[in-house]
Structures are given as C-alpha cells and as structure tokens.
C-alpha cells in the first residue's frame, strides 16, 4: 500500500514569489494534517482537515498561507509572498480519522524542504 | 498539554538494546505516551503507543511505569537504520476529536548508533 505522497521533495524560490505544495494521503484517510518543521525543532501543526473540512487552522498564517483539500482526498498548501522565515519542511500527514478514535495514528509523507533566497 | 523531556542525544552500539527514556511527570489519566522517529530527510514515522500497559510490536517495545511519569523505548537490537531523531510525545484524549488528533512534537533525542 502506497504511503502519503507528497511533490515536490525540494523547492528553492526567491522571496516574494508563490510556492504550492501537494499532498495525496494514504487511500481511505479522511483526516489530512499539514505541519512546519524548521531546522532543528519538531514539527508543529499547520492546519488539519477532516474530510474537506478544515476544522483546526489556528496555527496557519492566514495572510500568507491558503490551503484547500476540495474533494476531501488530496491537498495544496499555498503560500504568498513567501519570506525567508518561511524556509523550512513542510510535513503532510494523513490518518483514519474516525470519530471516537483516541488512538488516532498518523502517518507521514517524506516533506518538502523549501528554501526562500 | 502534558510536556515531556527527553535527552538531547544519546550513542548505542550496534547490535546492543537502545534504551529511551523520557519523562512526562503531568500526564493526565487518559493521555497516550506515543513514539514517532525521524530518520535523516525523512518524515516523522510511527513506532508506538501506549496508555498504561507495557506495549510490544516488532520495531520496539514501550514501558511505561505504574504511576504513568516516565516511560522507555526499547529497540532490542539497534542498527545503523536506527540512527534517527526520537520523539515522545503525550497525546491529549478527549471526546472532542480535535484535541485528540493534535501531535505536539518536542526537540526529541537524537540516536547514534555506531559499530
């Protein structure tokens, strides 16, 4: 069985251009998590979907960051302007999700490493 | 959230069993202890979980004390592959399926494993 599928593995833009980033889930997930992780540091939760739905994006910054999951199965994660700062691996995960379910197990794709110059 | 505490880093020999400790001395009754690894340019992988009960399955085993503060990682026989970033993390259990589903990951302990 294929695992979360994510592309591009490496992207290098300058700032102030925009960059999407996209995400296929393990087939039959209907929970899909973007995180951030920067150098050094664990990765922290960006938005998280359940189905189409994104029921918690209070960590995505809002007035650059835009995501969507349309049909409830893949997803984009859009960001512009991009910043230095935002120089980082951007993780995609991807599990059951279904309600009730404490020990909910994520799975996760191998990232995309963007560097802003 | 609870919060844990692990060691920076940590060296084993190969073939030797690769003890992880962590602590996470406010874990509330019905929080899970979970462990994910990050192998190098890899993402986060799933190794195990558990909430009281000592847990075994074929990459590691999981025990975690009585009063549920501490808990350790074993790899029985670590191999180079095993050299990667550890992660404890305690995982919030609610009804509500949205704290439930939140990972906060720490800085974890970095594994060397060597010859």
């Known amino acids: 069985e294929a695992g979360v599928v994510q592309s591009p593995r490496y992207k290098i833009i300058e700032k102030k251009q925009p960059v999407a980033f996209w995400c296929n889930p393990i087939?039959?997930?209907?929970?899909l998590y973007w995180y951030r992780q920067n150098l050094g540091q664990g990765p922290e939760l960006l938005i998280r979907?359940?189905?189409?739905?994104?029921?918690?994006d209070s960590q995505l910054p809002k007035d650059r960051f835009s995501a969507e999951r349309l049909k409830g199965v893949d997803s984009t994660l859009k960001i512009q302007p991009a910043e230095l700062g935002d120089s980082a691996v951007y993780l995609c995960?991807?599990?059951?999700?279904?309600?009730?379910?404490?020990?909910?197990?994520?799975?996760f794709g191998p990232g995309t490493r963007l560097t802003v110059l | 959230d609870a919060k844990t505490t692990q060691p920076t880093s940590m060296d084993c020999a190969e073939g030797r069993a690769a003890n992880l400790p962590c602590n996470h001395s406010?874990?509330?009754?019905?929080?899970?202890v979970y462990w994910y690894r990050q192998i190098h340019s890899q993402g986060p992988q799933y190794i195990i979980h558990?909430?009281?009960n000592n847990e075994t399955n074929e990459m590691a085993s999981l025990i975690i004390t009585e009063d549920r503060k501490s808990s350790t990682l074993i790899l029985p026989h670590a191999t180079l592959r095993d050299t990667a970033v550890y992660y404890c993390?305690?995982?919030?259990?609610?009804?509500?399926?949205?704290?439930?589903?939140?990972?906060?990951f720490g800085t974890g302990t970095r594994l060397q494993v060597t010859l």
């Open positions: 995960a991807s599990s059951l999700g279904t309600s009730g379910r404490y020990t909910d197990t994520q799975y």
């Open positions: 087939s039959g997930h209907n929970t």
């Open positions: 979907y359940e189905n189409e739905e994104a029921v918690d």
């Open positions: 406010t874990i509330s009754g019905n929080e899970y």
């Open positions: 558990g909430l009281k």
């Open positions: 993390i305690v995982r919030p259990n609610s009804v509500n399926t949205g704290t439930a589903s939140k990972l906060t």
